[in-house]
């Protein structure tokens, strides 16, 4: 049964709200009174529908619809859910709630708001046990947090209805116990934004420069551990405890604008400490290190493919490992009497599978990384490429010989079996020492990007790759060279 959501506001927060419902299989009803709002509405379902499949390895269920209504009682008439979404004036919210109510008795009103307090919201609704606070975080369609507050008047019931709602499109409700102004995440990502406003205004830093201070550091442990279990592992064996021991009475020192530091008594701090203890349950300062450095792993490998922030430095340290390890040979510098070593790298712990080793799909990636880097070499590079012109490949066969662990320092040797014309046939080896672990063999065609059928590459690939094939046919062929799956040559 299909289920449908209303929401009242068209905005940023409002077309993420719908993105997020539609593609999760919800039909979604909007009103805004902006005439842009669909164009703008439609920008972020583009964005939403590239972005969102990727958080899951489960195929999104079928759209649902999207309806632009031209009044609040069309868009809310029979919707299970209601969301406000409308600008931060507590007299405008009360108007909506108004004609909300004249037109949906039943279905519970989640405001979006950021701060305000629910509580001061359903001062005015006839029926004020079914609104409640449901603060989302920008986009909408990715980020998971939705915090959830009740009012003094809220119906607990539509709380946990709404924790089954959320979590059902792929949320994390975390319920706000105590109604407080600016809830919890709010409040914490303000007292940063305040100091980062004294810093700037008293010319300590650039808003560059402060960003990067969170971006580079801070800001990656953040995205997996939160503010107290990433100081509960900083104090070791110790914990939290030793963490508030050492560094406790320098919240006093004059470091930041915001002074107003709650005493450290005994009971404080033990009270602290075994909130810190519970979270971290049966896992030792070990375990959660090593938690902690695969998940980093796993962030700052995910920046590298946008170039962004720590990714951009672990990709610019790449082309430095690159010359050291002899990678950023050109074709005139080539050997072509033996194989070329087209990969030095170690096993990241993201590539290894649920047996231990390094699944099917990472040798793809091991020997098309190592089929890139022999592209380069002979000057199919990123700037030939911006000219219309590459390799793409036709064929590929890997043999899985022997495993492949995390941590593992492998490289790939290549070898040209064919070079002419339109055409590249690669030979890739790889090796952990003198230990043969994988082989692969690719069948490449030169395609012309405008036309996307197959052309000569330039003067100078074409001879650089010759020069390659003709001194490689003097090497021995691979004897499992042109085998299909259970042949042997």
């Known amino acids: 049964m299909t289920k449908t959501a209303a929401i009242v506001g068209g905005g940023v927060i409002g077309g993420g709200w719908a993105a997020r419902f539609m593609l999760n299989g919800w039909d979604v009803k909007i009103f805004d009174p902006d005439p842009q709002s669909q164009r703008k509405i439609d920008a972020v379902l583009e964005n939403a529908r590239c972005a969102l499949p990727g958080l899951t390895d489960i195929a999104l269920p079928e759209e649902g619809s999207i309806t632009h209504c031209d009044t609040i009682a069309k868009a809310v008439s029979g919707g299970e859910l209601i969301v406000e979404a409308v600008p931060e004036r507590l007299d405008v919210k009360h108007k909506v709630y108004a004609e909300i ?4 008795t039943t ?79 709010d409040r914490l990502q303000e007292a940063l934004w305040r100091e980062a406003l004294w810093l700037l205004k008293d010319g300590v830093a650039t808003a560059e420069e402060l960003d990067a201070a969170i971006a580079y550091g801070p800001g990656l442990r953040w ?58 349950g049966a896992l030792t300062p070990r375990d959660l290190e090593r938690v902690r450095d695969t998940n980093l792993v796993g962030i700052i490998r995910s920046l590298r493919g946008g170039d962004w922030g720590a990714g951009a430095t672990a990709k610019s340290h790449d082309a430095q490992l690159a010359k050291l390890n002899g990678l950023n040979v050109k074709a005139a510098d080539l050997d ?17 599978d649920y047996n231990g080793h390094m699944n099917e ?91 996307r059928r197959p052309s000569n590459p330039s003067g100078a ?24 799956v259970g042949v042997r040559a």
């Open 101 to 104: 109510e004249a037109a949906n």
């Open 461 to 484: 690939i074409e001879t650089a790759l010759t020069r390659i094939a003709q001194g490689h046919a003097a090497l021995p062929r691979p004897e499992a060279a042109g085998a299909s």
């Open 223 to 280: 995205a997996q551990m939160g503010t107290m279990q990433t100081f509960h592992l900083a104090g070791g064996e110790g914990g939290m405890r030793a963490m508030l021991a050492m560094f406790g009475p320098c919240l006093k020192w004059p470091w930041t604008k915001l002074m107003d530091v709650p005493e450290l008594t005994d009971d404080f701090v033990e009270m602290v400490g075994d909130q810190c203890d519970t979270q971290s």
């Open 336 to 352: 072509e009497h033996q194989q070329i070593v087209t990969s030095k790298r170690t096993v990241p712990l993201d590539w290894v």
């Open 107 to 185: 279905g519970i009103i989640a405001s979006s708001t950021s701060g305000i307090m629910p509580s001061d919201l359903q001062s005015e609704l006839k029926n004020p046990e079914r609104l409640i606070v449901a603060h989302p975080f920008n986009p909408v369609y990715l980020l998971p947090l939705v915090e959830l507050v009740a009012g003094k008047q809220t119906d607990e019931a539509h709380i946990e209805k709404a924790k089954e709602i959320y979590s059902s499109i792929g949320m994390h409700p975390l319920h706000c116990r105590v109604e407080i102004e600016g809830f919890l995440s």
């Open 361 to 451: 799909a990472r040798y793809l990636q091991a020997f098309g990384d190592a089929t890139d880097k022999f592209m380069e070499m002979i000057g199919c590079d990123s700037d030939y490429i911006a000219t219309g012109g590459s390799y793409f490949t036709a064929e590929t066969h890997i043999r899985h010989i022997d495993e492949v662990r995390a941590g593992a320092r492998i490289d790939v040797k290549t070898q040209v079996l064919l070079g002419e014309g339109k055409k590249m046939h690669l030979w890739h080896e790889m090796y952990e020492g003198t230990r043969l672990l994988a082989t692969a063999e690719h069948m490449l065609i030169h395609v012309s990007l405008e036309t």
